[in-house]
Each structure stands twice: as structure tokens, then as C-alpha cells.
């Protein structure tokens, strides 16, 4: 026990007073004569042992009266437990993505989370407050109440580590309490580490009773003809679910509709639709997690891929039965004849065994892949090696190797690169497989399109965000191999020319990197904007010659259909959707926070905290029994004889 102020203790030494008092009788006894006083002796006796017992209670009362009531102003008090952290700092991490849509037993998690912080969070604790998209320091729950009932859920995926890292830049070196409300939905070992062993950290975990979610994880072109589109909607399930209805919509018009059963955990749904400027969404009628049930897209009315091939002539010809007019605007120019400045003007550039790459044309092809062009390269089998792998370190992690003389046959193909992925209906094991003569060991940091019998790599590519350089092993005349002759020729030449820009689905993911190319020019003080009626900013852009380059990382905040304006003038149509990464319910992901201390709830949390930082102090008590021994004096002064 100790005593917040001590040196009142020297107040004990009044306990002497009422000692003296007792030993000392101020009072003179006079003497009355009695005719007769045998009849008064044993009254007499009597009468003074029965003031001799009253004296001595009231001495007690009185002694242990003072002795309380000095006790009290002293203020006596039992440590803490936990005494040492409490004055530590506050944080409170909150969850709101769109994983907290989901149903527990007192309505959303999210909402209910709220609910809890505004019942239950002390009036006067100072704290912060960190959610997915916004943060609010050393507040207190009065002041953020406004806040807290209007908080929307955050498009962005729940990041345990920006959350400990914005947490450690605003207070490197003081202790800290960290409370952290989520669902932990996606929530991985490796994002715990992020987490300071120091810091005294809590999670609540509120836990939903839906355990099945569908989603509608992506859309893309799987096919096209002369007139329509096939696209594809791919839907994942999560837990046992039954039919459910979809519809594909263009603007507000509902263009097709059925009903798809999940028998499996995965399901691919196709429908076509006439080959014009398309903008839309999917959508699926789901119960569970709603931010995922719709997907929005873009497809623009396509235009013709403008093809460039720089090489001798003959050995270019079994390009132009690839990159026909109807479709291509090929053209096919040796290194001599080359007009550099007609690069930009293209989509994809073929560079067909060239013996030597000239630096110019190098720094060239570079800002051409940073504008969203395609680069595919057909090596020479006498070309100066240094030379090439230094053109291509300069795009990625890809290198040749010296050239081996060995027949060896392409048996390996990739399916879900995206060079294939609408080109077959199903995998195929046995075909008639083409042949190199001779070739390059390739060695790079990325997965092949085609692999020989060996397991070493034919073709591969480096993906960037706008573009591709696509590169293959061996030259592809027809005296070191029959590759023109195969099948496979047609579709690998003709996806690898086609430009993301011109092609395709431009559907995005708000929160991620998002490059988009604008085919314009801007003039002085002229800016680019994106807008639909209910969002509307300016993105990050960069003037690349004909080109806008926009950036699409911070904005929007709502998932749509989209317009990119040059003042009054619709440029280009874009969509972006959430993201689809916090979709599957997972139970089992609260097991990854076992080395932390879990409370059930936010009251919980609370309540536990104010009774090990709470010094138990005991002068409440002590004015109690001061108050009891005060009663009990006047009691005996009444009531005893």
C-alpha cells in the first residue's frame, strides 16, 4: 500500500489527545452524605464499573474515528497491475473496407464496430484514429462523434502495415497501446511482423455469420468476328451457393440475362455483343458481400493496329498474311530505309533478325515501350550478342546466351498467358510440334509462352504497365525452323501486336497503379479530366508527343462507368471497379493472430484496461468507516447507561 500524501501521517501524533484525556479526569467529584449508605454501596460499585466500560468505548471510537480520518486525507491507494503503461499513447485501427459489409449477429460488422467506439470508448481518452483512407490524431471520442456516424467503407483493401507505419512516423519512441478492429479478411503472418513486439497491441476480431460469397472477379474479350465480341465474366464462389441470376447492362439497357449455377467453385460466363463503343456493367444478385456484385467495363469500338517491321524483306513475308489490312496497318522497312520519327506513330514494332541494333534506334525503342508500345524481337543467329543484351537490359530481366546447334522441338504451352487465353476452348497435350535448329539459352526473371522439350524457354515477354517486349529464342526463317509453318504462328504473332490501348477491356482497379494513354495533344495550360455524374477529378498526367500518360492511383473513390474530357470534348470511356481481394470469407484467418492478446469486443477491451492501469485507492472506504465510528460515538453517548 502506499500513500499519495504521506505527510499527513504526522497528523497520528493527535491520537494523543484523546489517550490524555481519558487518563486525565478534568472533572471533581463532590461529596454528598447519606443518612444511610449501606443500602448504596452496591449500587455504587455498580454504577462505576459501568463508567469505566463506556469511558473505554468511547476512547476506541474516538481513537479509531481520528486514526480514519487521517488515513483518508492521505489518501492511501494499491499500485496497478500494469501501472507502467498508463501513460502510454492511444491508437485505435479501424477496418472499413468492404469486407465489413458482412452480417454479424448485431448487423454489419462495420457499422457495428462504429456503434461500439461511441458507446464505449472513455469520454476523457485521448487517442487516434486510423481507417483505410482516413486519420485523425490525438482526438477524443466527442470530437470525431460527427466523424465516426459518417464514415463510408474505403475502396481500398485493409493494410495492416501502412496503418503500424503511419503509427511509428508520428510517434517513433513512446510507448503505445494499439487496438485493431477488424475482420482480419486476407490478413497474413507476414503483414504481422509489421508490427512493433514493444508495443502493447490488441485485435478485436468481430466475426460474420455469412460464410458463402459469389463474386465477379474480372471481364475480358475472349473472342472476336467481323461483327461482335465474345466476352468472358468470370464468377468465383466462396462456401456452398446456389443459382443465382446475371445480367450484362450497356449504360441503363439490359442487353442479356439468365441464370448460372455454381457447381464449382469457379464459372465462366460468355456473352456477345455487337463490335461498337460498349460501356456497362455485369452484375449478379448475391446476398452476401454487395461491393463485388457488380463489375463495370469499357470497350471502345476497335481501331486498326498500326504494325511496324524493321528487317530484310524476305524474311518478312509471313507477316503480312498475319497483320492483314482489315484488321492492321502493317508496314515493313529495313534498317536502311528506317524513319525513326514514324516509330511513335505505331503500336507494336517488330524488330525480324536484326544482325545489330544501332544505339539510336535503342533510346528510341525504350521511350516507345514507356508510351504503351510493344516491341517483339527475332534474334539473328549471327547477331553481336553484347549488342542485343544490351538493348534488352534496358527493358527487363532478360539476356540471351550463346547459341547451341540442336534440333529441338516447342512441346510446352502456356494457357493462361495472355497470349492464349482466347485462343483455345480447352488445353491441348498433343499437336504437331514445331522445331528450331538452332537457338539461345534465354535466361530471365519471367514465366514463359512457350517452353522447348527440355523445359528451356522459346519465347517469353516482360509485361509492363501500358505494354510488352516480347522475346523469342531462335530466328524463325524457314531454314533454322518451321515455325511459320505452325499452327500456333497465326494467334502468337497476332496477340502479341495488339495494343492494350486499342484492344481489350479497359476496366481498372481503384487503388492500384492505373496507366492510362490518351491519344491527343494538349495545349498550353490545357488538362485532361475524368468525371461521371457522381465523382468527378483530375488524375496525374504526363504529355508523352501525341500521348497523355494519366495516373489513376488516388481517385476515384467510387467504383463506375467514367469519361476521361478534354474541356467539353469525351476523349475515351474508362471504368474502375473495386478491389476483389477482401471477396472470400475467411474463418480461419483470425488463427494468424495468435501470438496477440484477442478481446470479444470494444467494452471488453476497455474494461480490461481500466482495471489493470487503475490504482485501487482506498480513502473512499476510510471516509466510510470514519463516518460509521462517528455514529457509533454518538450511539454510545445516547444509548449507554
Known amino acids: 500500500m502506499q500513500f499519495k500524501h504521506p505527510e499527513i501521517l504526522y497528523f497520528l501524533f493527535l491520537l494523543v489527545i484523546p489517550i490524555l484525556v481519558h487518563l486525565f479526569q478534568l472533572r471533581r467529584f463532590k461529596k454528598e452524605y447519606f443518612t444511610n449508605v449501606r443500602f448504596l454501596q452496591q449500587i455504587s460499585i455498580q454504577t462505576r464499573k459501568s463508567s469505566q466500560i463506556k469511558k473505554w468505548l468511547l476512547l476506541a471510537t474516538r481513537l479509531l474515528l481520528l486514526t480514519f480520518l487521517i488515513l483518508a486525507f492521505a489518501q492511501p491507494y494499491f499500485e496497478a497491475k500494469d501501472s507502467k503503461n498508463s501513460h502510454n499513447s492511444m491508437y485505435i485501427v479501424l477496418d472499413n473496407s468492404y469486407s465489413m459489409q458482412a452480417k454479424g449477429q448485431k448487423g454489419p460488422l462495420f457499422q457495428r464496430a462504429v456503434e461500439d467506439l461511441l458507446e464505449h470508448v472513455p469520454e476523457n481518452q485521448t487517442f487516434s484514429l486510423l481507417t483505410n483512407s482516413e486519420t485523425y490524431w490525438n482526438t477524443d471520442i466527442k470530437s470525431i462523434r460527427k466523424e465516426l456516424q459518417h464514415l463510408n467503407y474505403s475502396p481500398l483493401p485493409f493494410q495492416l502495415e501502412s496503418a503500424m507505419a503511419k503509427i511509428k512516423a508520428h510517434e517513433p519512441s513512446s510507448a503505445k497501446d494499439i487496438v485493431v478492429i477488424t475482420d482480419a479478411v486476407g490478413l497474413q503472418a507476414q503483414q504481422l511482423k509489421s508490427i512493433d513486439k514493444s508495443w502493447n497491441t490488441t485485435f478485436i476480431t468481430p466475426k460474420s455469420e455469412q460464410k458463402s460469397n459469389v463474386s465477379v472477379d474480372s471481364v475480358f474479350v475472349s473472342q472476336t468476328s467481323a461483327q461482335f465480341y465474345e466476352i468472358g465474366v468470370q464468377l468465383t464462389a466462396y462456401g456452398q451457393t446456389k443459382e443465382l441470376p446475371i445480367a450484362l447492362y450497356n449504360l441503363d439497357k439490359l442487353m442479356a440475362k439468365t441464370i448460372v449455377s455454381m457447381e464449382t467453385d469457379s464459372k465462366l460466363m460468355r456473352f456477345t455483343i455487337p463490335k461498337n463503343d460498349f460501356q456497362g456493367y455485369v452484375s449478379i444478385t448475391d446476398n452476401a458481400l454487395l461491393y463485388d456484385n457488380t463489375y463495370y467495363l469499357s470497350i471502345s469500338k476497335p481501331k486498326k493496329v498500326n504494325v511496324l517491321s524493321i528487317g530484310d524483306a524476305d524474311k518478312s513475308n509471313f507477316l503480312n498474311k498475319i497483320y492483314t489490312p482489315d484488321e492492321f496497318n502493317y508496314g515493313n522497312y529495313s534498317l536502311r530505309e528506317l524513319d525513326y520519327n514514324k516509330i511513335e506513330e505505331n503500336d507494336a514494332i517488330v524488330l525480324n533478325e536484326l544482325a545489330e541494333i544501332p544505339q539510336a534506334l535503342q533510346t528510341t525503342l525504350k521511350d516507345f515501350t514507356a508510351k504503351g508500345g510493344n516491341i517483339i524481337v527475332?534474334?539473328?543467329?549471327?547477331?553481336?550478342?553484347?549488342?542485343?543484351?544490351?538493348?534488352?537490359?534496358?527493358?527487363?530481366?532478360?539476356?540471351?546466351?550463346?547459341?547451341?546447334?540442336?534440333?529441338?522441338?516447342?512441346?510446352?504451352?502456356?494457357?493462361?498467358?495472355?497470349?492464349?487465353?482466347?485462343?483455345?476452348?480447352?488445353?491441348?497435350?498433343?499437336?504437331?510440334?514445331?522445331?528450331?535448329?538452332?537457338?539461345?539459352?534465354?535466361?530471365?526473371?519471367?514465366?514463359?509462352?512457350?517452353?522447348?522439350?527440355?523445359?528451356?524457354?522459346?519465347?517469353?515477354?516482360?509485361?509492363?504497365?501500358?505494354?510488352?517486349?516480347?522475346?523469342?529464342?531462335?530466328?524463325?526463317?524457314?531454314?533454322?525452323?518451321?515455325?511459320?509453318?505452325?499452327?500456333?504462328?497465326?494467334?502468337?504473332?497476332?496477340?502479341?501486336?495488339?495494343?492494350?490501348?486499342?484492344?481489350?477491356?479497359?476496366?481498372?482497379?481503384?487503388?492500384?497503379?492505373?496507366?492510362?494513354?490518351?491519344?491527343?495533344?494538349?495545349?498550353?495550360?490545357?488538362?485532361?479530366?475524368?468525371?461521371?455524374?457522381?465523382?468527378?477529378?483530375?488524375?496525374?498526367?504526363?504529355?508523352?508527343?501525341?500521348?497523355?500518360?494519366?495516373?489513376?492511383?488516388?481517385?476515384?473513390?467510387?467504383?463506375?462507368?467514367?469519361?476521361?474530357?478534354?474541356?467539353?470534348?469525351?476523349?475515351?470511356?474508362?471504368?474502375?471497379?473495386?478491389?476483389?481481394?477482401?471477396?472470400?470469407?475467411?474463418?480461419?484467418?483470425?488463427?494468424?493472430?495468435?501470438?496477440?492478446?484477442?478481446?470479444?469486443?470494444?467494452?471488453?477491451?476497455?474494461?480490461?484496461?481500466?482495471?489493470?492501469?487503475?490504482?485501487?485507492?482506498?480513502?473512499?472506504?476510510?471516509?466510510?468507516?470514519?463516518?460509521?465510528?462517528?455514529?457509533?460515538?454518538?450511539?454510545?453517548?445516547?444509548?449507554?447507561k
Open 378 to 640: 527475332i534474334p539473328s543467329m549471327q547477331c553481336k550478342l553484347t549488342n542485343l543484351n544490351q538493348f534488352l537490359s534496358q527493358l527487363g530481366q532478360i539476356q540471351l546466351q550463346n547459341p547451341k546447334a540442336s534440333e529441338k522441338l516447342i512441346t510446352k504451352i502456356s494457357f493462361k498467358n495472355p497470349v492464349f487465353s482466347s485462343v483455345f476452348e480447352k488445353q491441348v497435350a498433343n499437336f504437331q510440334y514445331p522445331k528450331t535448329q538452332s537457338q539461345f539459352g534465354i535466361s530471365n526473371a519471367y514465366p514463359a509462352i512457350l517452353s522447348y522439350e527440355d523445359q528451356s524457354v522459346f519465347l517469353s515477354s516482360i509485361q509492363n504497365p501500358l505494354g510488352a517486349v516480347y522475346v523469342f529464342a531462335a530466328a524463325l526463317n524457314t531454314q533454322n525452323s518451321n515455325f511459320q509453318r505452325s499452327p500456333l504462328i497465326v494467334p502468337v504473332f497476332y496477340n502479341m501486336a495488339l495494343s492494350r490501348a486499342k484492344t481489350g477491356v479497359a476496366a481498372y482497379t481503384i487503388g492500384e497503379n492505373n496507366p492510362i494513354l490518351v491519344d491527343t495533344t494538349l495545349g498550353k495550360d490545357e488538362i485532361l479530366r475524368i468525371e461521371n455524374p457522381r465523382e468527378k477529378f483530375i488524375p496525374t498526367q504526363q504529355i508523352l508527343s501525341n500521348k497523355v500518360k494519366l495516373n489513376c492511383s488516388e481517385a476515384p473513390q467510387l467504383a463506375g462507368n467514367y469519361s476521361v474530357f478534354q474541356g467539353n470534348n469525351a476523349l475515351k470511356n474508362v471504368s474502375f471497379n473495386y478491389s476483389r481481394t477482401e471477396s472470400k470469407p475467411d474463418p480461419e484467418a483470425v488463427n494468424a493472430l495468435s501470438d496477440f492478446t484477442i478481446k470479444p469486443s470494444v467494452d471488453r477491451f476497455f474494461d480490461a484496461l481500466l482495471t489493470e492501469r487503475t490504482d485501487q485507492t482506498l480513502w473512499k472506504w476510510l471516509v466510510v468507516l470514519t463516518l460509521i465510528f462517528l455514529t457509533l460515538e454518538i450511539f454510545i453517548q445516547k444509548l449507554v
